[in-house]
Every structure is written in structure tokens, then in C-alpha cells.
């Protein structure tokens, strides 16, 4: 008699040893056969929604100021920015967001978040091996950091000083594949596939749910990101963070496009066929290097993200941050 199986975690099938040289095997496989893999992620803006009340017609009435120069009417933008702040602040996590349904109490959701993170740092010690168990923590930690700076683009040097790949690139690699965090490569060059272009070397990480990336770092970043006061380059950090976030869980791999030291494109997706550069503003600042990329490569569309109403002008569409779960 045949069975169906269903098998459940959050570092399914990752297992890493170390060898004579410390160096990082590759993780175990699974068996072949008989078996299908399903991602699951903490639940998305929309499905948050939900959670509020709000059905899938009130939601998707919202697409249609896609492609148009309607304007979404100001009530209703300033509700779902608002929400989308919270959500931000709440994270997808289905714990956080059961309880704050009911509570409303954003100091239990840091304490519930603080114990995830904890969780997470104790299945770190369970499956990591040998010294990996601390250089993972360490680039875990790291990360926050990193997203603070100016310069995005992961360096080792932010988990320790004057350190490179050759002590950390296995410890990177084991928090890629557990899914703790979302990569984004580089690219050489903006033509599909993206990643025949990707440059392995050059990559951003972001943390898996933003509402743990603001428990990291701490309730008065929760509190100034709902007053919509945070400042400073932690605030472009956390929007990066939560587009990167809405993408993945959109079906997308992430990359991004920096041609030289003063220009950079967040976000490069493929979909339908060709690339679709977005832009990520925390603001409502000016758009040059989607502009350039525009005038460069000509895509049939391009999407800037902020935190205004929507527009369009050619080829690019300006649209809210929460419009990224239509994309």
C-alpha cells in the first residue's frame, strides 16, 4: 500500500560537514523520485490583507490604476500605505500576524519576533557544523548592518574587518540555501537570462521578512517606520528589504543592474518574455538611473516604486510601494 508523505521544515534537507581543510561540502540530496518540493514563505501583503478583513475584490480593485493616469484617490492611498507600513513592522510571519489581529499590541510582536529570531539562531547551531556554526551567526547578524550603509552590496568586511570570501563565502552560501535571507546578483549586463549574466561576486542580502529585519533593529525603528518618520540609510534599506521580500514571494529571482559608481537600478525581474527594471524610492525622489536604463535598453515597461500615488509618463509607471504585489 502507497502512501502520500507530507514533510514539513524550515531547513529541510540542508545538511553541511566540513572537511580535512575546512572546507564546506555541498549540502546532502534528498531521494529522487516520488517527491515534490513546495517553497512556503510567510504570507505576502495581500494575504496580510486578509488577515485584516479586506477580500480579494476590494484588493484587486486597486489594479485598476495600473497603466492608466487615473490617480488612486488620496483616502484610499493613505489607508493602504498605511497598512503597508504595518505590515513592514508586522512581518508575514502567521504567528506575529495572528496575534496582532487580535491584540493590536505591536510590543508583542517584537517578543513574539525576538523568539523566532532566537529559533532561528538555535536551528543555526543544530545544523550548522563545526566553526560554521558561528561565522553563520556572525553574517546572519551582519546583515542588518549592511542594509544601514550607504553601499547595499554585501561586504565581508562588515562581519569582520579585513575578512573575504575564503572564510565567509560558506557561511553566505549555508544562509542562501536555508532561505534565512534573499540574494540579488549583479549583472554585467540587463539581457534575459539574467542569470547567465550575474556576477557571483556582487550580490545584495536581504532579510527573509522585514518585520524580523525591524525586530533587528529594535522597537523605535518599528515606531518611527509607522509615523512614517525613519530617516537616515537604514530607511532605504528596509524598503530594498520589503520589495525584495514581495518579489520572491511573487515567483521572481532577484538582480540588480549597477553600470558604475553612480547609478544603480534596485531591482532587475524577468517577466513575459524580457527584463523589467524597478526602481525603489523610499521617498519621491528624481529617477536617473531608471531613466538611463529607459534610454539605454528601451523596456516595454518600468516601474518606480514610492510613496505616493501613482502616475505614468511612457514607458514607466510610477506607482505605491504596495502596488509590487501586482508586478
Avoid at 529571482?253 to 537600478?265: A, F, G, R, V, W
Avoid at 539605454?296 to 502596488?323: C, M, Q, W
Wanted: glycine share 6%; charged share 25%; aromatic share 12%.
Amino acid at each position: 500500500m502507497r502512501f502520500d508523505v507530507i514533510a514539513s521544515g524550515s531547513l529541510l534537507g540542508l545538511s553541511y560537514g566540513e572537511d580535512a581543510d575546512d572546507e564546506v561540502e555541498e549540502p546532502m540530496s534528498l531521494p529522487v523520485g516520488y517527491e515534490t518540493q513546495l517553497m512556503m514563505y510567510s504570507l505576502d501583503f495581500e494575504e496580510f490583507l486578509w488577515a485584516y478583513g479586506y477580500d480579494s475584490d476590494s484588493i484587486y480593485s486597486l489594479k485598476d490604476y495600473m497603466g492608466n493616469n487615473e490617480q488612486i484617490p488620496e483616502v484610499i492611498h493613505n489607508k493602504y500605505e498605511a497598512l503597508f507600513r504595518e505590515y513592514m513592522v508586522v512581518g508575514g510571519m502567521p504567528e506575529v500576524v495572528t496575534d496582532f489581529a487580535e491584540y493590536k499590541d505591536f510590543n508583542r510582536v517584537m517578543n513574539i519576533q525576538q523568539n523566532i529570531i532566537a529559533l532561528y539562531q538555535d536551528d543555526i547551531s543544530k545544523h550548522a557544523k563545526g566553526r560554521e556554526k558561528k561565522l553563520v551567526r556572525m553574517c546572519y547578524d551582519a546583515v542588518p548592518r549592511q542594509l544601514a550603509k550607504e553601499l547595499k552590496k554585501f561586504q565581508y568586511a562588515t562581519v569582520e574587518k579585513g575578512q573575504t570570501r575564503r572564510k565567509y563565502g560558506g557561511s553566505i552560501k549555508w544562509l542562501k540555501d536555508s532561505c534565512l535571507v534573499n540574494a540579488c546578483y549583479n549583472v554585467s549586463e540587463p539581457y534575459i537570462p539574467l542569470m547567465a549574466n550575474s556576477k557571483e561576486e556582487q550580490f545584495k542580502l536581504y532579510i527573509n521578512d522585514t518585520g524580523l529585519l525591524t525586530c533587528m533593529y529594535g522597537f523605535e525603528t518599528k515606531r518611527a517606520i509607522l509615523n512614517n518618520t525613519i530617516k537616515g540609510n537604514a530607511r532605504g534599506g528596509i524598503y530594498e528589504n520589503i520589495i525584495s521580500e514581495c518579489l520572491v514571494k511573487r515567483g521572481y529571482t532577484l538582480h540588480y543592474y549597477k553600470p558604475d559608481d553612480n547609478h544603480e537600478l534596485e531591482f532587475l525581474i524577468e517577466k513575459e518574455g524580457e527584463v523589467v527594471p524597478i526602481e525603489v524610492k523610499a521617498g519621491n525622489t528624481a529617477s536617473v538611473s531608471l531613466n538611463n536604463f529607459i534610454n539605454d535598453f528601451s523596456p516595454s515597461v518600468a516601474y518606480k516604486l514610492i510613496s505616493n500615488r501613482n502616475g505614468r509618463s511612457g514607458v514607466k509607471e510610477t506607482l505605491p510601494h504596495y502596488f509590487v504585489m501586482f508586478i
